[in-house]
C-alpha cells in the first residue's frame, strides 16, 4: 500500500453522488443476546430498515466463533439477503471474531483460515480498498458489514442517533469547520502511520482542516470529526469535542477485542466517549500499516460524502483481522 495517497486531492474535488442508505443495508439480530435484540429494534426504527432485510439468528454469545459455527451465520445471510442488499449491519458486540479473523471480515470477505497460520504475515488484498463502488455487492459480490456494538444497550442508543443526527451536516454553506486530527506519539512501534498523515491544509469549500499534533499537545480538540493517533490507550478520549459521525481509531495490536483485554484500550472506548464509528484488531497483526486505516483514504472518502461503513472499509489494504465498529450509515458530509 502506498504511504502517500495521490489520489485524495482528485477524490476532494468533488463530493460523490451517492451512497449507501437503509434501502441498501441489510441488520442481523442475534435472538440469544438481549442486547442485539433491543438495539437492532431500535436500528430498524431509527433507520428505516426495510423488514424483509433484517435476519433473526440464534448465535452463541461469546467473543470468537468457530469456523463451523461462523459457517452456519454465513449460510443465513446468503439466504436471507436479496440481490438488493449491499451492506450489512451487525446489532452486537460478541461474538466480534472468527478464530483469527475478525466477524466483519468474515462476514464480508469470507473466513481466511490461512492467516492464522501466522497472524504477523501479509493477509490478502482487499477488492474494497480505494474502490469508489456504491453498489459492492453488485459490482463486486461484497457485502461490507459493521457492528452497532457499544458498551451497552443506552450507550449503543446514543451511538445510533448520532449516526442519523450526522448525515449531511457538514461541508455546507454557514456551518463552522470541522476538524480532522493526526496525532503523532512517541511510541514507534505504534506511530508508524504518522509518514501517512496529510499536511496542514484548510479545504474552505468541503468546510474542513486537518490539524497535525503531538501527543503531548493538551490544546482542547473542538469540532472533531476524524481523529487518528498510535498508542495502546488514549487518555479521556472523552474530553474531546465529537461531531455526530466522527471517526477515530489508534493503531494497536488488540483495539478489536471488544470486550478489553486489560492494557489496551478497545476501539469501542471510542464508541462511548462520542465518536460514532472505529477499527480495530481482533488478533495480533504486527505493525503492517496496510491492516489500519490509510488515514489520507479514510479522510478523502469520508469528506467526499462517503458513509461511515463505506469510508472505513475503502481505507484498509488488509482488513482480515480488523474488525468495523459503529453506525454503518453516518454521513456528515453526503450531499
Not at 476532494?12 to 439480530?29: E, F, M, N, S, Y
Not at 429494534?41 to 430498515?49: A, F, K, L, N, T
Not at 464509528?277 to 500499516?289: D, F, I, K, L, Q
Not at 491492516?291 to 475503502?314: C, D, M, N, R, V
Request: proline share 7%; with cysteine.
Amino acid at each position: 500500500m502506498a504511504l502517500l495517497c495521490v489520489l485524495c486531492t482528485a477524490l476532494w474535488a468533488q463530493p460523490a453522488p451517492t451512497r449507501l442508505t437503509a434501502k441498501d443495508l441489510g441488520l442481523v439480530i442475534n435472538t440469544a443476546d438481549p442486547y442485539s435484540v433491543a438495539v437492532g429494534e431500535y436500528y430498524v426504527q431509527r433507520r428505516g430498515i426495510p423488514v424483509d432485510q433484517v435476519l433473526r439468528i440464534n448465535l452463541p454469545v461469546k467473543a470468537s466463533l468457530n469456523a463451523g459455527e461462523f459457517e452456519v451465520l454465513a449460510a443465513e445471510v446468503r439466504a436471507h439477503m436479496g440481490p438488493q442488499v449491499q451492506a450489512l449491519a451487525l446489532s452486537w458486540v460478541e461474538p466480534y471474531a472468527v478464530e483469527c479473523n475478525s466477524i466483519t471480515s468474515a462476514l464480508t470477505l469470507g473466513f481466511q483460515a490461512s492467516v492464522c497460520q501466522n497472524t504477523c504475515a501479509p493477509s490478502p488484498l482487499s477488492r474494497l480498498f480505494n474502490s469508489a463502488t456504491k453498489r459492492p455487492m453488485a459490482d463486486l459480490g461484497l457485502r461490507p458489514s459493521m457492528l452497532l456494538a457499544s458498551s451497552s444497550i443506552e450507550q449503543a442508543r446514543a451511538l445510533i442517533d448520532r449516526g442519523v443526527a450526522a448525515d449531511q451536516q457538514l461541508g455546507k454553506r454557514g456551518v463552522p469547520i470541522a476538524n480532522a486530527v493526526f496525532v503523532s506519539t512517541p511510541d514507534k512501534a505504534r506511530n508508524v502511520r504518522e509518514v501517512a498523515f496529510p499536511p496542514k491544509h484548510v479545504f474552505a469549500n468541503l468546510g474542513f482542516q486537518i490539524v497535525r499534533r503531538d501527543a503531548a499537545d493538551g490544546t482542547p480538540l473542538n469540532r472533531v470529526f476524524l481523529y487518528q493517533t498510535g498508542l495502546m490507550r488514549v487518555s479521556m478520549p472523552d474530553a474531546i469535542d465529537w461531531l455526530p459521525g466522527a471517526l477515530a481509531d489508534h493503531l494497536t495490536s488488540f483495539g478489536g477485542v471488544l470486550h478489553g483485554n486489560g492494557e489496551q484500550m478497545s476501539a469501542t472506548e471510542w464508541l462511548d466517549a462520542g465518536a460514532t464509528a472505529s477499527y480495530g484488531t481482533v488478533s495480533e497483526p504486527c505493525n503492517h500499516v496496510q491492516k489500519f486505516p490509510h488515514p489520507q483514504i479514510l479522510l478523502a472518502h469520508y469528506a467526499q460524502g462517503a458513509t461511515a461503513l463505506e469510508a472505513y472499509w475503502s481505507s484498509v489494504a488488509w482488513p482480515a483481522q480488523g474488525v468495523f465498529v459503529g453506525e454503518p450509515l453516518a454521513a456528515p458530509f453526503a450531499r
